[in-house]
């Protein structure tokens, strides 16, 4: 049994996918994938490709430096959307993505992990 990171029910493994080149079950249900792949593509179609000379808004990295990054078979980029309003946001590179669904793009978490890291003297755990 796992539970589905969206929709939040206990389903049989059987309910969950592989992550694609990988042995691990995805977050979400199958179900639920289906539905976000559907959003994904209807947005996909809805914005076209990214910009030439693409910057990561957050990291401020360019192409060549994120290529490969998501994976072999992914591009640089990932069309980043508001999974409550269905809205686009922006292109990202996978590694800032990830770290924005780490937090389920929850402002008040990532101002506390913004906190953390400023304030917290982690060096002294090293020592």
């Known amino acids: ?10 389903l049989d493994d059987s309910k969950f996918g592989f992550h694609s080149a990988s042995n691990y079950l995805r977050p979400e249900c199958k179900k639920c994938n289906n539905k976000l792949a559907k959003e994904r593509r209807d947005l996909y179609k809805k914005q076209g490709s990214p910009p030439t000379k693409h910057t990561c808004p957050i990291c401020l990295r360019k192409e060549d430096e994120v290529s ?11 069309l980043d959307h508001d999974h409550k309003t269905k809205e686009f946001r922006g ?16 402002i008040t978490k990532l ?17």
Request: hydrophobic share 30%.
């Open 1 to 10: 049994m796992k539970r589905c990171n969206k929709c939040l029910q206990e």
């Open 68 to 78: 490969g990054l998501g994976g072999k078979k992914l591009g640089p980029w990932v």
């Open 91 to 106: 292109w990202l590179c996978h590694p800032c993505n990830r770290g924005l669904g780490g937090f389920n793009d929850d």
């Open 111 to 127: 101002t506390r992990a913004k906190k953390y890291l400023h304030h917290t003297k982690w060096w002294q755990v090293w020592k």
